[in-house]
Structures are given as structure tokens and as C-alpha cells.
């Protein structure tokens, strides 16, 4: 059988490094906010080019901190992509924040940039974009927009560490990048992780209030914050596995690109341009027949998955606040299928599923 993905098989190769560094975390006696997580955050920070990194505790406290670090009125409008993981509408929502979608491009999935300044209003006071699947938005003319109308952005980069838009790595085009470092990222941690990126220094220090209860000084409280710190156990790991992010999203590529070079044309593959340098978090396809297609191959030893199965605006908890039909969205997560692409699989293996798949 050949897994979607195997959690203990990718981490295999740092296994080692791991027990090292939990380790040196027990030994410190200093499990919350220490030297670890000061460590990482400069790391991650110099790997991205970015001024500043704040550890927290989640993907989605990234999202949720770096909106509310800019204080906008309760009401105001934040534009997201239609086609997303819903922590990027809940992010909003629990901003207080009102989310408004736009459709995507077909071909990329990400957010349409020709079509997000129809969606914006006298209440729109962010764009919040995601660069799904390990591919960055178009970000000139989404930029174009941002500055024309005085908009704040946030990237959120939860499956995108070490893509790039021209050479410029994502989360350093806008004001704030959040990242999640979810166990199954290119870049996981071993539980719940998650950090804000920025070159605000003052925005900088607001999140890092935010995310210790609204104070700067123990027992000293600012403001009304949250408790969301990443840990000094994760930030060890996290270190320990972003030295090697590089070789990690260079294997991936290679896996893509047997499935780019040897994969029928039945099948919609991810679009390839100079001006992207993806990381494939995710490799999807598409196909009419998704459902028929996944049972085939688990049939033939090759677990797949789907991301997402239920565009956001059919999910139950979106019912009475995302209205309308999103039909773009719809038609991608009605065919999309989502194959093999881990650290831990031989490129042995994806020619085994390329083979497989054109056989369907």
C-alpha cells in the first residue's frame, strides 16, 4: 500500500535530532517562551527575509491575531478566496470581521485577482489571500489593488513554506504572513504550531502582546490578549526540521515533476510558470469523475485524499453568512484529488501511481 502520507516515516530521518533537542528542552527547565522559540523565530525570520517572526500557538491564531492587531471596527469587511480551508474565514469571523469571498483562478485555484475589486465596498479594510497548495498567488496586480485602494494584506501561508512569487518569498509581500506548522506542512511541527511574520516593528510588538494575555511585563496586562504561544518542545523540532525545508521542498518537486512529465493529459494537472517556484504541500489533480478515480486507486493500493471536499460557502456553519453561489469553488472541490506527494514516498512510488492512474 502506498499511503497518502505517513507522519512517522516523514519525521524518520530526524529522529535523532529530535530526541536531542526535547532534550536540551527538558533539561532547561524553561518550557514556554524561551531560548528555543527566540531561536526559531530568528530562524524562520532570516530564512523568509522577513524582519520579525512571533511564535504562536496555531495556524489559525496567526490568521486571527495578525487581524486583530490592526484594530479595525467590528463590521468591517476582509475579502478571502471563495476556495479555501475554512480557517481563513473563521480567522475573520473570530476577528469580529466580516468575510466577503472571491472566486478563484481555475487554473492556479488561488484567488482571482481580476475579479477581487468588484467585491470591495466602503467597508473593505483587508485582503486576506491564501496561497493554496503550496503555490503563491498572483501577487503583482493583487499588490496593485492593495495599494489603489489603502488596504492592509495578509498572507496566509499555511501550506506555502519556501514558495515564491518572483524570486520574493511568500509572507513578506503584505503587512503580516501566518503560517501554520501543522504536523503534515513541508515545514511541521510534531503538534499544533503555528507564527506571524512581519517588517513592522510596531506590529511586531502588538502581536507578540496579543499572544502572551496583553502583556509585555509579567503580571502587567496592556490590553485584553490570548494565550497563544508556541512552545518551547515544538520551536526546538521546528528548528531542527527547517534546516532541511529547503531538501524537503526540493524532494517534492522532483515528485511533481514525474507526475508532470509521465501523468496522461486526462487528468488537470497544476499549472507550471516561470514566475512561481512552488513547494506542492499538495499535489492535486483533477477529474470528472473524482470519486470513481479515488476508489480505483485505493482498489489498486494508493491511498489519496481531498482537499477540500465541501467548498465553504455548502459548509453548515457558513449557512446565513456566506451567501450566494460560489460556482468556480464548487466545480474544484467537486474534482479535485489530492495524490502522493510526502518527504517519506521514493519516486519509485509515484511512478508506481502515475502508472496506476493512467491506466483508469
Avoid at 474544484?332 to 502508472?355: G, M, N, Q, R, Y
Wanted: aromatic content about 10%; charged content about 25%; overall charge negative.
Amino acid at each position: 500500500m502506498i499511503e497518502y502520507e505517513s507522519l512517522k516515516e516523514l519525521n524518520r530521518p530526524f529522529f535523532e535530532e529530535f530526541s536531542h533537542s526535547f532534550q536540551k528542552t527538558l533539561n532547561s527547565g524553561w518550557y514556554i517562551l524561551g531560548n528555543a522559540v527566540k531561536e526559531f523565530e530568528s530562524e524562520f525570520a532570516g530564512y523568509l527575509g522577513s524582519a520579525h517572526c512571533l511564535g504562536v500557538a496555531s495556524g489559525l491564531d496567526a490568521l486571527i491575531l495578525a487581524l486583530k492587531a490592526f484594530d479595525f471596527e467590528p463590521g468591517s469587511e476582509v475579502i478571502v478566496p471563495s476556495n479555501t480551508y475554512i480557517a481563513t474565514i473563521l480567522a475573520t469571523m473570530h476577528a469580529g470581521l466580516k468575510p466577503v469571498p472571491v472566486e478563484p483562478d481555475i487554473k492556479t485555484y488561488n484567488i482571482n485577482p481580476a475579479l477581487i475589486e468588484e467585491k470591495i465596498t466602503p467597508k473593505t479594510r483587508a485582503i486576506m489571500i491564501v496561497h493554496l497548495y503550496g503555490k503563491s498567488c498572483d501577487m503583482d496586480p493583487i499588490m496593485a489593488v492593495k495599494e489603489k485602494h489603502n488596504l492592509k494584506l495578509i498572507e496566509d501561508c499555511a501550506q506555502s513554506h519556501g514558495a515564491t512569487y518572483k524570486g520574493k518569498m511568500t509572507g513578506t509581500f503584505g503587512e503580516f504572513g501566518a503560517f501554520s506548522f501543522y504536523p503534515t506542512k513541508n515545514l511541521g511541527a510534531l503538534g499544533d504550531a503555528g507564527a506571524v511574520v512581519t517588517d513592522d516593528p510596531s506590529l511586531a510588538k502588538r502581536i507578540a502582546r496579543l499572544r502572551n494575555y496583553g502583556s509585555e511585563v509579567k503580571y502587567y496586562n496592556q490590553e485584553v490578549g490570548y494565550n497563544s504561544r508556541l512552545d518551547e518542545m515544538q520551536a526546538g523540532f521546528l528548528s531542527v526540521k527547517l534546516r532541511r525545508l529547503d531538501e524537503i521542498n526540493s524532494h517534492k518537486r522532483k515528485l511533481a515533476l514525474i507526475y508532470e512529465e509521465n501523468l496522461s493529459n486526462n487528468f488537470i494537472k497544476p499549472v507550471i510558470h516561470a514566475d512561481y517556484s512552488d513547494v506542492y504541500h499538495i499535489y492535486n489533480i483533477r477529474h470528472p469523475e473524482r470519486d470513481k478515480l479515488r476508489a480505483y486507486l485505493l482498489e489498486n493500493g494508493i491511498r489519496t485524499e481531498i482537499h477540500y471536499p465541501v467548498s465553504p460557502n455548502k459548509q453548515q456553519a457558513m449557512q446565513g453568512i456566506i451567501d450566494g453561489d460560489y460556482p468556480v469553488s464548487e466545480e474544484i472541490h467537486a474534482t479535485t484529488l489530492s495524490l502522493p506527494v510526502s518527504f517519506c514516498h521514493s519516486e519509485e512510488d509515484i511512478i508506481k501511481v502515475t502508472e496506476v492512474l493512467n491506466r483508469f
